[in-house]
């Protein structure tokens, strides 16, 4: 789904929890009758054995969901948008972000499962479910950017540190003692090249960065 349409669809459940909340202000019968915007009655309660148009409203949101992911959670639970309202009041900022995510790197905007991740690389605590994904891939040393830029440095650092102590003890073959270890070859580099991330993950972000590295 284009991020604009996902960014515009996401109110939508906000907007049906505060209409069923005034409601039921007023009729809690109705307000109930209403609550049948979830289907979970009609597909686990009642396991589909009843009136035709409960049926089709739940079918239709299953074949939804086939084609975008959460679909229902996404746009139109209102109890997802009512427990997004206390989620507000968090204390810890504790999903770790880079600077450069969003630019360049849009791995976590496009693995994220529910999409609370923006392009700018930001994340929406109101959409996010806490499934921990991009916190995988933050501290993944063969999918993040940043991790695997680390990684070659200390492999770098390591390599020249076990060749440059192999020399001084005069049993590195090849090498007189004293002399100092070869730069590293080309062909080094070229065989880590498959180990940066895939091009379609990395590229111009379409914003500003907005988080610092915590
Ligand atoms: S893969 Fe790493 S750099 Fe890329 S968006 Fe995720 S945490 Fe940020
Ligand atoms: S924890 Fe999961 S849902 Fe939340 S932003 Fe990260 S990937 Fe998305």
């Known amino acids: 789904m284009p991020w604009g349409l996902h960014e515009r669809l996401w109110p939508l459940k906000y907007i049906i929890f505060l209409a069923l ?85 849009l791995r976590c905007y496009h693995e994220c499962p529910v999409g609370a991740i923006h392009p700018e690389g930001h994340i929406n605590p109101n959409e996010c479910i806490s499934c921990l994904h991009c916190q995988v891939l933050y501290r993944h ?37 004293g002399e100092l270890p070869p730069p590293p070859r080309l062909s080094d580099r070229q065989e880590r090249t498959p180990e940066q991330p895939a091009p379609e993950t990395v590229g111009p972000g379409p914003g500003r960065r907005t988080q610092k590295e915590h």
Not at 60 to 69: C, D, N, Q, T
Not at 151 to 176: F, H, I, M, N, Q
Request: glycine share 12%; proline share 5%.
């Open 141 to 177: 040393d063969r999918k993040c950017p940043v991790v695997i830029q680390k990684r070659l440095k200390r492999e770098r650092r390591a390599g020249t540190a076990g060749r440059g102590s192999g020399a001084g003890a005069g049993d590195a073959p090849g090498l007189a003692g």
């Open 21 to 105: 909340f005034g409601i039921s202000l007023t009729s809690l019968a109705l307000a109930e009758q209403l609550a049948e915007i979830e289907p979970f009655k009609t597909a686990i309660v009642l396991r589909f054995m009843r009136d035709w148009w409960f049926v089709a409203f739940a079918l239709l949101l299953i074949g939804a969901g086939l084609f975008i992911e959460r679909f229902f959670c996404r746009y139109l639970c209102p109890l997802g948008a009512a427990l997004a309202i206390p989620g507000r009041l968090r204390m810890f900022d504790w999903l770790k972000r880079y600077r450069e995510c969003g630019s360049p790197c």
